[in-house]
């Protein structure tokens, strides 16, 4: 039996903290109905406490989404946390996901906490959170950055106290994935009651190792991963939702693992937010880039009508996409030039006619970075002209 490993979706919390991205309440609710959908185990709402519109959007979120569990974020305050049980008070699965910082220099820097005192108030708080919630979750901020002793003593010291997952973020995309699978090693070797909690691992993008690291992690027994639609998120992002899916189905020979998530609605996903913050995905963005299904090359086109495996490592459909796009260009061959002439209406030309035409085409497509389908119906009608 394989392991099922859970999808936290924080796109409406980390992923809306990113430039650009913001969302307004009815824009929140509408991609929290696509979550449901695409059936993440978790959807992050918001920060309840970080303002009147976070707040409203946990709650709105909590009370209209029922099959998913919904979590706020909240620091270590009892101010906080009451604040983000008051927003989730409708959820049919609350949780609260509270966060400490364990690295030496945010204790000391940003905490101004000395590591006794960021154990004491970790500790403190999971006591005060478990009378009024049902699930909590504990993130110690900076994780990988934080010295591993300490770590494994702040992780047993909250699950002692009735938390039951443990997330420890990769706060600035530091870590390798060499390093974060040793890293989640450790904590399963060295925190003793860690078997009464999942790990979960929360991934920066800043070195472009984010989905590498979640996979290194998952592979070490993290049961948990949290990343964005799109991979958005602060600075450089989070770990991409898709890319993260979508690697644990395509190489199930490795990893082993399932996760519950109806991989075609991803593409729809992507494209919603996309619609709905304004920031557009690089064509080339693994999975959801406008060409991560296209082929343009002759040799690839060839390949393609012959096997769509020559060059397609996992189907359009199985993102929720129509079909693989065939790209004419400079680069396209024969082939493909004769099969859209072909979708066109077009299959009595002679052999040397169709040659003709494909000569023209190519002058054409080393001027015209797109070739539409009206360009190559201007050349045949062009051609049936001088016929
Ligand atoms: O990146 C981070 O450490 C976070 C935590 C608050 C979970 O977003
Ligand atoms: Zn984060």
Known sequence: ??????????????????????MNLKEKLEMAKQLERLNVDIIEAGF????????ESV????????????????????KDITAAH?????????????????????????????????????????????????????????ASRTRPEFLYRILEGVINEGVTIVNVPDTVGYATPEE?????????????????????VHVHNDLGLGVANTLAAIQAGAGQVECTVNGIGERAGNAALEEIVMALKTRKDIYQVETNIKTTEIYRSSRLLTKLTGVKVQPNKAIVGENAFAHEAGIHQHGMMANKETYEIMTPESIGLKETKMVLGKHSGKHA?????????????????VIEIFEQFKVLADKKKDISDKDILALVEQKQLAI
């Open 1 to 22: 039996m394989s392991r099922t490993i859970k999808i936290f979706d924080t796109t409406l919390r980390d992923g809306e903290q990113s430039p650009g991205c913001s």
């Open 48 to 55: 309840a406490i970080a303002s009147p519109g976070d707040f």
């Open 59 to 78: 709650k709105l979120v909590a009370n209209e989404i029922r099959d998913v569990t919904i979590a706020s974020l909240a620091r270590s305050t009892e």
């Open 86 to 142: 008051e927003a989730l008070k409708g959820a049919a699965n609350p949780r609260l996901h509270y966060f400490l910082a364990t690295s030496d220099i945010h204790m000391e820097y940003k905490l101004r906490m000395s590591p006794e005192e960021v154990l004491a108030q970790a500790i403190a708080m999971a006591r005060f959170a478990r009378n009024i919630f049902g699930e909590i979750e504990f993130s110690a901020e900076d």
């Open 180 to 200: 974060h699978f040793k890293f989640i090693e450790g904590i399963r070797n060295n925190v003793p009651n860690i078997d009464k909690a999942t790990i979960s």
């Open 337 to 353: 030039f004769v099969e859209k002439l072909d979708s066109l209406g077009y299959n009595n030309f002679t052999a040397e006619e």
